[in-house]
């Protein structure tokens, strides 16, 4: 499945280097059926795009058309 979106690392402004990793996106990306948004803490944005990817792949393997 083709996904598309955006990631990030945010700073909380609590501890120094405290971050907050998030993705938000789409798939197929060809022809949207499904959204996501996957916000970690004390973490950065390839983790959370990893964890959506996993997320949204085993959605994909469930959905009926």
Known sequence: I???GKS???MTGGRPGETIGWFVGFAPFDKPTLAICVQIEESGGSVASE???????RTAALTVE
């Open 8 to 10: 990030g690392t945010a």
């Open 51 to 57: 964890v959506a990817g996993q997320i949204l792949e």
């Open 2 to 4: 083709e996904i598309a």
